[in-house]
Nanobody, 116 residues
Framework: QVQLVESGGGLVQAGGSLRLSCAAS????????MGWYRQAPGKQRELVASRTRAGTTNYADSVKGRFTISRDNAKNTVYLQMNSLKPEDTAVYYCGAGRYSSGDYWGQGTQVTVSS
């Protein structure tokens, strides 16, 4: 079983930055892929960024150039550095993990609110 614990959400003004962290427990197979998703009110959950243990990354077009995903394999922790935040980035951000996809296991979510 995989447990994911997120931290780092909060309220920030537009143009500001936040850093999210997600610490995972579980085997290296079950946490091969880790990523961040977000869900805004009335919208479906969407992938923001993902990164495999080997370093392959994937970003949503809307965050390319502003967000950076990184991970510390030794600590089984993934980070999301969010810069140049926009009001449309406001959402609940979820950490995800899995063997082939980062959507097999989920954290509890952390709120990110960007004020204009």
């Amino acid at each position: 079983q995989v447990q994911l614990v997120e931290s780092g959400g909060g309220l920030v003004q537009a143009g500001g930055s936040l850093r999210l962290s997600c610490a995972a427990s579980g085997t290296i197979f079950s946490t091969n892929a880790m990523g961040w998703y977000r869900q805004a009110p009335g919208k479906q959950r969407e992938l923001v960024a993902s990164r495999t243990r080997a370093g392959t990354t994937n970003y949503a077009d809307s965050v390319k150039g502003r967000f950076t995903i990184s991970r510390d394999n030794a600590k089984n922790t993934v980070y999301l550095q969010m810069n140049s935040l926009k009001p449309e980035d406001t959402a609940v951000y979820y950490c995800g993990a899995g063997r082939y996809s980062s959507g097999d296991y989920w954290g509890q979510g952390t709120q990110v609110t960007v004020s204009s």
